[in-house]
């Protein structure tokens, strides 16, 4: 609190950003240990973390105030107006040193309580477990291993104590590669496709300079590549544009010598590094927020950040990667650099893509949540770091939230029916790039519809349900109906004999034998449609099936049977 000078300021106005007519709220304004809130005259609160603050302006002095403006994290921009310069001075120098915290322990995980016990805190960290991911993936097994040379981070501080190796790999063959790679980050198992016995592999660049070489690093792949009995060769997938890897050169780092490796084929797929990535997002963002654009000027500022561009080289590696293993049987070993960012999204999305089980709930959760910064899940570098943070004691996990609010993450388009491991195939030519204003713009509400595509899609799908429900219980009444009339009368011919002319046995020959109308009299108009309206046509063979009557609220007509 020893930073907050001014607690509260009224009549602050908090300016709609793409309002040609400089349309805004007026509210009060109020400085937190954790937030900053807004609640404007209409009693809607607008609550901004400390720490999901990236940046914070104050503009010069104007007649109506003093502007101030936060450039968020998740890409929330708010733009507000300070009647007194004092005021806003206080704020500005406040949330200075409010959203630049110098500890971890000073994050808002660490004293965020969503009213758990223990018990529960320790069930939510337990939802995912890392063992069993890798033995849904059928590893262990006769060419996969758990090592343990990493148990004590040894060798490597920042890979988890379990990791998966080829079962030929010896300790020492281990230890070996991981002097050969930069930060000691050998080539370990990431994915495993059991079909296909073919894996993606993950790693650092190698220290070979321009002629260095290391038998233990080559005997590591070299068992990788024969742990594929489905293949004799292996894809090194290195993510960096060549020339930047061969610069890598001069400081002694680099890329594999296809020589020195036997049975590997080299790629580069030329995706840029984190520094190129960040600006290109801050010039996106730029343009994002420049109001009174024109369309061509839009396209024209977002061509020229680039950032298109960057998405597509990620998602064409990751198809790469895919195509490796289901086209070829071929196991992929992927690096960068320091085999951190690049290497990480190339060997995430690649499993996305083959894997459908990551394109469940539980298979994929986090989206927005990553800057919530209620959580410990995303604190820390690395399994050790979050060991000695004993982020498990003293903070709560995500996944516990995200499951009991699945609805929100549901696809509205997703359908049973679907094949359980299909591979997904993106189109990656370059008008498929789409911009995303639901993520860049997710806080500009007048940008949206008044009403979500995805809220009305569903709705539907909530309604379509619940008529199915409708339509299983109506069938099931009238084929209970059905069976009681068929008793009824096979009762009646065992108390009464009945002969050939028998009124009876005509009425039970007619209810056997009986058959539907003609499509085209059994189809009723709907109320203000068109009497010769043959939209229904299409569901002529539907409706000329032989079985009990049903009333189809999906398709929005009546069959009737005598």
């Known amino acids: 609190m020893e930073h907050i000078r001014t607690t509260k300021v009224e009549q602050v106005k908090l300016l709609d950003r793409f309002s040609t007519s400089n349309k805004s709220l007026t509210g009060t304004l109020y400085l937190t240990a954790t937030h ?16 999901h603050i990236a940046s914070v302006e104050k503009l010069a002095l104007t007649t109506s105030g003093c502007p101030l403006v936060i450039q968020c994290k998740n890409f929330r921009i708010v733009h507000f107006i300070v009647p007194r310069e004092r005021d806003c001075h206080d704020i500005y120098n406040s949330l200075l040193q409010l959203s630049k915290q110098a500890k971890y322990e000073d994050l808002y995980a660490f004293s965020y309580n969503p009213k758990q016990n223990d018990s529960e805190r320790l069930r939510g960290w337990q939802l995912i477990d890392l063992a069993e991911e890798y033995k849904r993936m059928g590893v262990p097994n006769s060419n996969w291993q758990l090592s343990d040379a990493n148990r004590e981070y040894k060798i490597c501080e920042t890979y988890p104590r379990e990791l998966y190796v080829p079962r030929i790999a010896s300790k020492p063959i281990i230890v070996g590669s991981s002097k050969f790679r930069s930060k000691g980050r050998f080539p370990v198992l990431s994915y495993y496709h059991h079909n296909k016995e073919a894996a993606i592999c993950r790693c650092s660049q190698p220290l070979s300079g321009f002629s260095a070489r290391c038998l233990e690093d080559e005997h590591l792949l070299q ?8 293949n004799h060769y292996m894809y090194v997938v290195d ?8 610069a890598n050169r001069a400081a002694g780092k680099g890329y594999e010598n296809e020589d020195n490796y036997s049975n590997i084929r080299f790629q580069f797929v030329g995706i840029e590094n984190i520094h190129v990535m ?13 109001k009174g654009l024109s ?17 597509k080289a990620v998602m064409d590696a990751a198809i790469f990667l895919a195509k490796a293993i289901m086209v070829e049987n071929a196991s992929v070993l992927v690096h960068c650099s320091d085999g951190w960012d690049r290497t990480s999204q190339v060997c995430s999305l690649g499993s996305l893509l083959l894997d459908s089980y990551y394109r469940t709930i539980k298979g994929f959760m986090i989206h927005e949540h990553i800057h919530s910064c209620q959580f410990g899940n995303f604190l820390g570098n690395c399994q050790k770091e979050r060991e000695e943070l004993k982020l498990k004691e003293k903070t709560y996990s995500l996944w516990p939230f995200l499951l009991d609010d699945q609805t929100k993450y549901l696809n509205p388009l997703y359908s049973s029916k679907s094949q359980k491991f299909a591979v997904l195939e993106p189109n990656t030519v370059s008008f498929n790039f789409k911009f995303w204003r639901n993520m860049y713009h997710q806080f500009d509400r007048t940008l949206h519809p008044r009403e979500s595509v995805c809220n009305i899609i569903m709705n539907m799908n909530e309604q379509n349900k619940q008529l199915e429900k409708d339509i299983k219980d109506l069938e099931s009444k009238i084929n209970k109906r059905k069976s009681e009339q068929i ?76």
């Open 239 to 246: 993510t960096r544009p060549k020339l930047n890897a061969m």
């Open 295 to 311: 369309v061509s000027d839009f396209y024209s500022g977002l061509e020229s950040s680039g950032w298109l561009r960057h998405i």
């Open 223 to 230: 068992a990788i590549s024969k742990a594929n009995p489905a």
């Open 36 to 51: 900053l809130l807004f609640i404007d005259s209409h009693q809607k609160e607008t609550w901004i973390l400390h720490h």
């Open 278 to 290: 960040r600006s290109s997002l801050q010039k996106l963002l730029e343009v994002n927020g420049t």
């Open 487 to 562: 008793d009824g009368v096979l009762t009646k011919e065992l108390l009464h004999p009945v002969h050939p002319e028998s009124p009876i046995l005509k009425t039970s020959l007619c209810f056997k034998e009986q058959t539907l109308l003609p499509v085209h009299d059994t189809l009723r108009t709907i109320e203000g449609s068109n009497p010769v309206d043959n939209r229904y046509s299409e569901y002529a063979e539907e409706f000329s099936k032989s079985e009990p009557a049903v009333v189809s609220l999906e398709y929005g007509v009546a069959r009737m049977t005598c």
